[in-house]
Structure formats: structure tokens, C-alpha cells
């Protein structure tokens, strides 16, 4: 049996499975058999087909020549020699009517010297059985009984019908071989139906056998499609997370070892997730309870600033230098925890969105007013842009832009707020600065925790988490937010926030946020590497 | 100047607190522990009370409760973590408003003269004593409002209002009818400059409602605006 190449499939796509394997894996199985059972049928049958037909005919043939050669025995001696054609003839029709039973046709033929009679004649007669045809001898059985001198038989097909010839050389009563010959042809029909019948019953024996087959087979394909099934369904468990999920182990056989090394595979991978995710949440609980403690004494140090500076001017230099110092790290020291604090909550899931409805331009521009930046950016804030956002975060995203302009860029920074287009419910807040813009390595890292654009940088711009802690609030919002470099010059930063939040005041879990879509204006500057700096961020952030 | 009563836990936050305040003039008791504040208070009788969250033995939301059941004196917590569920529990055990450490004393200064400027002065800004003769006392369903006096009744009986609570209503009042978003209110009612903590908002209004409506959950006096904010009536 050719067996079809199999075509390894490729890994099913997990959700909503993939019938196609089951399909295919049946229907080979399902072939497969049929072909096996259609071959075994058809070789047994053609065996026994070809065993009984030669059995039949052989006995029928064999009682046929016997008989024939009975007759010729005893009618041969009575024949004068050399025979007249009237002698012939009356043996033709003595040994026909014997032949009766039989309905053969007889010739007879006289090789040797006779009374007017034609020579190697086929004798044609009308004799009296409906299955006459013209005694055509073959040269090859001919052959034999004639010159060999032994009888000989052969069985042909005339017209469909077979036919069993027998030539029977008589001798004479000293053994010597005679010239007289008889042949006599008579039809197989009835043994052809006996061995018809056996054909047409191994027929309808083949029917029920291949449908019993495909019965078999499918069971067979069930048999091993349902562990496959289960087996799929458990991976398909496994991809989404579920890495609890086990297989029944039943039997011993491949499909069982097959469960088994699944089992084990499960079960390592779930260790080494539990693993991975306890040290991610020991790291995260780290990070949290060390800014934490810092706070306390960071408590302490602040509420004293306010002394030092005061008191600051009334000491020697050195000294007033050197408290002016530990004031000013002070205050940055604690900017900086507070904003690891906020990265911490941010990664554990619990930042909180509160909405509110608001005047975005006002909030905007309240952000400016607090930090004393009106003089320092130009703004456009179409009044009555409504939203429902949550002003607090909206500070912080549009602050740490803004004091991130004024630092890296330069003056003058632009605030402009785009009014939703109508039909969508979608603004812009965008901020542009007059520097030499970013560098496109840095771009794409741009939201990157603690990455320093420029290693030589003063370290007093910040804590490093500005940036990423402005998108991580964009996102909360399920808005997004990505960096680009103006045509004409200076960078720019697009704020991208939907009018209505989902999830109002739900807390934010870490997968709720859209991936940061492109649905951009036209004529916007492309900036296709800012995505890797929003990925980048937003793959530190998710578990 | 005002009197302050501090309780903290960490002694250096205590000092460094207690140090910045009595610079600026206040008077400063400070205690370790919960149990501490509540003996120094009627002592002491401070103007405002400045309370850690993370105490040990009862900790800031039970002194807050313990030290509302029985004055009306503003309350500021101080808490490490501005963490939500901190701070709405702070805030329905009845305090006026919180401070995030770490604070620089003129943070602390600035919450505190807002919190006590709530009701030391009438919604209108102007003073009580230059109005002649005794102030009209309002009259709103069942609700007596004398803004002069700083007294809301109920049926004949005076209501214990928080300070913020106090102040909140008599602002709404004042205009009746009129909407006031989260973000309006905080910034009159709390003096937050900008982008304030808008659940300040919500809880205290949570605790008026329990205190002047018949039915809380179905406000006749402070109505909810979805979406806006919130107004006084109209009954």
C-alpha cells in the first residue's frame, strides 16, 4: 500500500482548534483501512475465485474426457479400417447421442487414406444440441493430438461463452496411433455460472466487509482522536495560562506516554512560571517597601528644609553651602521616591483611575499656573473641551512633558490641545519644544525607566521615571502617547486620550490598556520607532 | 496662633514636624501613640489635630473616629502612602482632609490654615462680625442654616458637622441650585490650588448626607449631578 506522504501539520493556532487535523487524521485513518480491507477482500476473492473456478472446471473437464474417451473406447474397435465417411459419420453421431448429457459436438477426423471422403476436413454438421458452433481446432491442440498422438484438451472463450475442446487420438488395438481422430467441443456454461455465483457472492460479501471497515476504522480514529483532542485542548488550556491543567493518564500505551510527558512538561512549567512570578513579585514588594522606609526618614528631612533654607543666609558660607546642599537633596530624594512609589503601584496593578468630568484646557492650564511655566509656554486651549478624566494624573502627564521640554528641549515649548474632530471622541494634547530634538537612537527609548538620553547629563533633571510615569498614566486612561520629532526642528510629544474611559474608576489592571494603536492624523510627522519605546515601557510594566 | 496636637509613631518625623510648625508660631504637643493623643486632647485642647495613619495599638482611623465622636476640631492625617483605600477609610472616619509624607512645613502650614480657615470664616469671605445684628438663620425644608453662628440644625436640633462638612454645606447652600463640579469644590471648600484629590470631595459629602438627609441613599439636600458634581436642593 502507498501511503500518502504525511504532511506534518503545522501547531494548530490554539484558539478555536483546528478541525482540519482532526479531518485529515480521520480520513487517512479511514483510507487507510478501507485500502487494506479492499486489498485482503479482493486478493482472497480472486484467490478463491481462480482455486474454484480451475476446481470446477478441472472436474468437469476431466469427467468430459473420461467419458469422451469411454465412448471412443468402445465404439473405436467396431470402425473398419479405413472407414468410410458413412462409417465416420455414424460414429459422429453414435458418440453424439451418447454424449447427450453432455450437448457436445463431435467431429471426427480421418487423417489417413478413405473412401471419398475429404481430407482433414473440419466435419460440419448440424447436430442436435442448441450449443453448436463451428468446431474451430487450435493449431496447438491440433498439434498435440496429432502428431504427438496423445488426447489433449483446451478450454477458450467463443463470444464470452467458454468452451472446453478435447482432442482424443484413437489407437489401435496394438497401441499403435491411429489416423483417426475425434474432437468434441462442449459449452462450460454451467460451470460458469456455478463459479459466476461465487464471484457474485464474494461480491456482496465485499460490501458489508469494507462497510464494517469504515466502521472499525472510525472507531479506531476515535480511539486515538480523542486523547489527540484532549491533548489539544490541554495545551490550548496551557497557552492560555492555565498551567494547572493535566491529562488522565489511562494505559500504558504511546498516547499514554505521550500524557504522561505532557503531565511533566505541565508541571516543570508551572514550577518555573511559580518560580519567575514569585521572584517578580519579591522584586516588586522590594522596590515598594524600600521606598517606603524611605519615606519615614524622608519625613523627618523634609519638614526641617523649610528651617534649613531660612536659617541658611545667617551662617558662614561653607557651612550654609553645605545646608543648602542637603535641603536641595532632599526635596529631589524625595520627588524621587515618591515617583518610585508611583512606578511600584503602577506594576502592582493598584493605580487607581478617579475620574472626573473637566474643562481640559483649564486643567491644562492649571498644570502651568501651579509650576509657574506661563510665561515660559506659549498654549492653545480651546475652551469647553469636556472629558472625563482624571485631573490629578492629567497634572502629572502634562507637567512631566512640559518641565521635560523646558529641560531637554527648548524654549519656547508650545502646549497645544486639540479639540476632538466631530465623530470622534478622541483628543490631542501635544507638546513641542524649539530644541534640537531627540536623536532617533534615543527615541525609541525614550519612555525607558531611568534611561539617561545623554550619559553625560547632569543628573539633577530628575528621577529618570518622569517620562514613564506619564505614559503609564496616558495608559491607564486607554489613551497612548508616543514621541516624534517635528520637521521643522524640536521634539514632540502627543498626549492621545479618549473622551470616556471603559472602565470609569475601576483600577486599572495591567492588561486593560490598548497596545498603543496608530490611528493617527494625517500629516502628522511618522515616527514608526516610537512604538518600540511604547512596547519597551509597557513591557517592563505588564506580568 | 493655632494649637497643634501631632501624633506620630517615628520619633524623628515627630521632631522634625514639632520643629517646623513651632518656627512658624504654633503651639505643638506631640504624642508617640494613639492612646497618648487621646489623654493629652482635652488637656491640651488643641485647634487642629495633625494624625498618622500607621499608628501602633489603635491606629489614625480609630483615633479619628474616637476623637469625631466627640468634637467637631479639624483633623489632617498624615499618611506614608497615598494609597486609596488609606486614605477613603481616613477620610469616612471623619478626618478634613490628608497630607502624603514627606511634606515640607510649608506644605503643612498651607493645609492647615485652609482647614482652619473653613470655619473661621462664612462661604461668602466676609466676616461675621461685620454683619449688623443677628444673622437671618436660613430655612430649608427641615434644615436650619445660621452662617453666622455656624450652627446647622434639624428639626430643632443642632447637627455635629465636621469642619469640612461645615463648610462644604454652607458653600452649596449659598447657591442653591446651582451645580459645583469635584474640581470647583475642592478648590473653594478645601483650597487645593489645583488638581486636588476629588474622593475628599465624595466622602465628605458621604458624611454630610448620613448627618442632615432623612434617607442617605436618596439625598434631598446635597444632590448628586452625574457627571457634573453636586448641588444644594432644589427641594
Not at chain 1, 260 to 266: C, G, H, I, Q
Not at chain 2, 210 to 229: H, L, M, N
Request: proline fraction near 6%; charge should be negative; charged fraction near 25%.
Amino acid at each position: 500500500m502507498k501511503r500518502p506522504g504525511l504532511r506534518v501539520p503545522a501547531l494548530p493556532r490554539l484558539r478555536g482548534g483546528n478541525p482540519q487535523l482532526l479531518r485529515g487524521l480521520r480520513a487517512r485513518l479511514v483510507v487507510g483501512f478501507l485500502v487494506v480491507a479492499a486489498l485482503s477482500a479482493l486478493t482472497t476473492a480472486l484467490l478463491t475465485y481462480q482455486e474454484a473456478r480451475n476446481a470446477i472446471l478441472q472436474r468437469s473437464q476431466d469427467i468430459a474426457v473420461n467419458d469422451l474417451r469411454a465412448q471412443v473406447n468402445s465404439l473405436a474397435p467396431e470402425l473398419p479400417v479405413p472407414p468410410s465417411q458413412a462409417d465416420l459419420d455414424s460414429l459422429r453421431v453414435q458418440l453424439e447421442r451418447s454424449g447427450k448429457s453432455r450437448e457436445w459436438d463431435i467431429s471426427v477426423h480421418y487423417s489417413g487414406a478413405r473412401d471419398g471422403s475429404a481430407q482433414d476436413g473440419d466435419v460440419r454438421d448440424s447436430g442436435d444440441g442448441g450449443l453448436r458452433g463451428d468446431v474451430v481446432i487450435p493449431a496447438g491442440l491440433k498439434a498435440s493430438v496429432e502428431k504427438r498422438h496423445v488426447p489433449a484438451f483446451q478450454r477458450v472463450d467463443r463470444s464470452g461463452e467458454p468452451w472446453l475442446l478435447i482432442g482424443m487420438p484413437v489407437r489401435q488395438s496394438d497401441g499403435r496411433a491411429s489416423a483417426l481422430t475425434i474432437y468434441a467441443q462442449l459449452p462450460l456454461s454451467a460451470e460458469e455460472s456455478n463459479v459466476e455465483a461465487l464471484v457474485s457472492a464474494a461480491q456482496r460479501g465485499a460490501l458489508p466487509v469494507l462497510v464494517l471497515t469504515v466502521v472499525l476504522a472510525l472507531l479506531a480514529a476515535r480511539g486515538v482522536l480523542r486523547p489527540v483532542r484532549g491533548l489539544r485542548q490541554a495545551a490550548g488550556r496551557i497557552a492560555e495560562g492555565k498551567l494547572d491543567t493535566r491529562l488522565e493518564v489511562k494505559g500504558a500505551d504511546e498516547i499514554a506516554d505521550l500524557s504522561r510527558t505532557f503531565n511533566d512538561m505541565a508541571a516543570r512549567l508551572e514550577e518555573s512560571m511559580a518560580e519567575l512570578r514569585r521572584l517578580e513579585s519579591n522584586s516588586r514588594r522590594f522596590a515598594a517597601d524600600v521606598s517606603h522606609e524611605l519615606r519615614t526618614p524622608l519625613a523627618a528631612m523634609t519638614a526641617v528644609t523649610d528651617v534649613l533654607d531660612e536659617d541658611a543666609d545667617s551662617l558662614d558660607p561653607d557651612t550654609a553651602s553645605a545646608v543648602r546642599l542637603i535641603s536641595q537633596e532632599t526635596g529631589k530624594l524625595a520627588r524621587m521616591v515618591e515617583d518610585l512609589m508611583e512606578v511600584s503601584r503602577f506594576d502592582a496593578g493598584a493605580a487607581a483611575l478617579h475620574l472626573d468630568e473637566v474643562d481640559v484646557g483649564e486643567t491644562i492650564r492649571k498644570t502651568l499656573q501651579a509650576r509657574a511655566w506661563q510665561k515660559r509656554v506659549t498654549a492653545e486651549l480651546p475652551a469647553d473641551v469636556r472629558a472625563g478624566i482624571d485631573p490629578r494624573r492629567l497634572d502629572v502627564v502634562v507637567a512631566n512633558l512640559v518641565g521635560n521640554a523646558l529641560h531637554h528641549g527648548g524654549e519656547p515649548v508650545r502646549v497645544r490641545l486639540h479639540a476632538p474632530e466631530p465623530g470622534t471622541d478622541r483628543l490631542l494634547i501635544e507638546i513641542s519644544d524649539s530644541g534640537p530634538g531627540i536623536d532617533p537612537e534615543v527615541l525609541p527609548h525614550v519612555f525607558d525607566r531611568f534611561y539617561k538620553a545623554d550619559s553625560a547629563r547632569a543628573r539633577s533633571e530628575g528621577s529618570g521615571l518622569g517620562l514613564a510615569i506619564a505614559l503609564e498614566n496616558v495608559r491607564l486612561h486607554g489613551g497612548s502617547m508616543r514621541a516624534a520629532n517635528c520637521p521643522e526642528g524640536g521634539a514632540v510629544f502627543t498626549v492621545d486620550l479618549p473622551l470616556r474611559h471603559e472602565e470609569a474608576g475601576e483600577p486599572a489592571d495591567d492588561g486593560s490598556a490598548d497596545p498603543p494603536d496608530e490611528a493617527w492624523a494625517a500629516g502628522e510627522p511618522a515616527a514608526d520607532d516610537d512604538r518600540g519605546g511604547v512596547r519597551s515601557a509597557a513591557e517592563e510594566t505588564h506580568a | 496662633m493655632p494649637r497643634v496636637l501631632l501624633i506620630e509613631d517615628d520619633a524623628a518625623v515627630r521632631d522634625g514636624v514639632s520643629l517646623a510648625l513651632r518656627r512658624r508660631g504654633h503651639e505643638v504637643a506631640a504624642a508617640a501613640s494613639g492612646e497618648e493623643g487621646l489623654e493629652v486632647l482635652p488637656g491640651f485642647r488643641p485647634d487642629i489635630v495633625l494624625l498618622d495613619l500607621m499608628l501602633p495599638g489603635k491606629d489614625g482611623f480609630e483615633v479619628c473616629r474616637l476623637i469625631r465622636a466627640e468634637r467637631q476640631l479639624p483633623i489632617i492625617m498624615l499618611t506614608a502612602r497615598g494609597d486609596d483605600l488609606d486614605v477613603v477609610l481616613g477620610l469616612e472616619a471623619g478626618a478634613d482632609d490628608y497630607i502624603v509624607k514627606p511634606a515640607r512645613g510649608e506644605v503643612l502650614e498651607a493645609r492647615m490654615r485652609a482647614v482652619l480657615r473653613r470655619t473661621a470664616l462664612p462661604a461668602d469671605g466676609t466676616p461675621a462680625a461685620a454683619e449688623p445684628g443677628p444673622a437671618p438663620v436660613e430655612t430649608y425644608g427641615e434644615l436650619a442654616i445660621d452662617r453666622a453662628g455656624l450652627v446647622v440644625g434639624k428639626g430643632g436640633r443642632d447637627l455635629a458637622l465636621a469642619p469640612s462638612e461645615m463648610k462644604l454645606l454652607l458653600f452649596l447652600s449659598a447657591t442653591p441650585g446651582q451645580v459645583f463640579s469635584r474640581q470647583q469644590l475642592l478648590e473653594h471648600v478645601w483650597e487645593h490650588s489645583y488638581h486636588g484629590d476629588a474622593r475628599l470631595v465624595d466622602a465628605c459629602v458621604m458624611r454630610l448626607r448620613t448627618k442632615i438627609e432623612d434617607v442617605p441613599r436618596s439625598p434631598r439636600y446635597v444632590q448628586t449631578v452625574r457627571g457634573f458634581g453636586y448641588r444644594f436642593g432644589p427641594l
